[in-house]
């Protein structure tokens, strides 16, 4: 068994009760993160550990030990609202310390970079790069049996029609699919109706949220920002919970999601919409292989070439 300590990331070790929507279950991040060849356990930031994992919010590496295996973890998209170079957004993010001082991979004693915003795997001989989706992958793939035990698989007549789950109005292109679908007579629902039930909730794969999810047809599954690479929990929440996602983010998500198991935003989005509210069709989505092939077995290594 391998000792894992936290600097500096969300993680909540009490289950049952989360201080933020965002925080991360400790088993979530386990299974997410982690290679899944061995088993481990979290002690306490001042212990010695096996490997270090960490954040946006260290401010420099002179924290890290030497004797450690080191590894970055970043679930932003570091290189929209970064304060770098990387970008040309009006606003940036003052709090990315660790990426605003280092950028990609500029810290010599990180061993593993875990990056959000990358698309391929990079290894050299001082450190190796990970994108965060082959993460998010293989937790699918581990947990898909899991969690389809545990929602309920709400018929297709009983559900209500669409949710969008996005809190705030960063990709502003929720609020123009909203306004169509209300125009249009649809009923449109917002994860706001639900906060009294998923306010110490996690975000990340909480069986009470995907509860709520399994009672809609549709999910608008929309990215805050859109850069290849950058594909969040958001997705998957919507596979686990039998929902069809509407999507908007990572134009390269084909690479890694069938596209056959979603609806894209795009100028047809509405008769795409239509298309699907016949059951037998509906059913087909639902039923359809989520993952690329390619992926299927995707499994997380920290071994350098």
Not at 264 to 274: E, P
Request: hydrophobic share 35%.
């Amino acid at each position: 068994m391998k000792k894992v300590r936290f600097l500096q990331f969300q993680i909540a070790k009490d289950q049952n009760n989360y201080q933020n929507y965002a925080d991360m279950p400790k088993d979530v991040f386990l299974k997410t993160f982690l290679p899944q060849d061995c088993s481990y356990c979290i002690v306490n930031t001042e212990e010695k550990a096996d490997i270090c994992c960490f954040g946006l919010g260290v401010k420099d590496d002179s924290v890290l030990r030497e004797d450690e295996l080191n590894v970055f973890i970043s679930v932003e998209n570091t290189r929209h609202w970064s304060a770098r170079k990387y970008n040309n957004e009006s606003w940036h993010n003052p709090h990315y310390y660790f990426f605003n001082k280092y950028g990609y991979f500029g810290s010599k004693k990180t061993d593993i970079f875990i990056h959000n915003d990358k698309s391929e795997i990079i290894s050299t001989s001082t450190y190796k790069c990970i994108p965060a989706i082959h993460c998010r992958t293989q937790y699918y793939n581990n947990m898909e049996t899991y969690y389809k035990k545990l929602i309920p698989k709400i018929p297709f007549e009983k559900k209500k029609f669409i949710l969008f789950i996005s809190k705030n109005i960063l990709n502003k292109n929720k609020q123009g699919l909203m306004e169509i679908l209300v125009n249009k007579g649809y009923e449109v629902h917002h994860i706001s109706m639900y906060n009294n039930i998923i306010k110490n909730k996690s975000c990340y794969h909480s069986i009470e949220l995907l509860k709520i999810f399994s009672q809609y047809k549709f999910i608008a599954a929309f990215e805050n920002s859109q850069t290849d690479g950058y594909i969040t929990e958001k997705i998957f929440n919507v596979f686990f919970a039998n929902s069809i996602p509407i999507y908007d983010g990572a134009n390269n998500i084909s690479e890694y999601i069938n596209p056959k198991s979603y609806i894209r935003l795009d100028k047809n989005i509405i008769n795409n919409i239509n298309k699907v509210t016949n059951k037998d069709i509906y059913d087909k989505i639902i039923n359809t292989n989520k993952i690329q092939e390619k992926y299927n077995n995707i499994q997380i290594s920290f071994d350098k070439l």
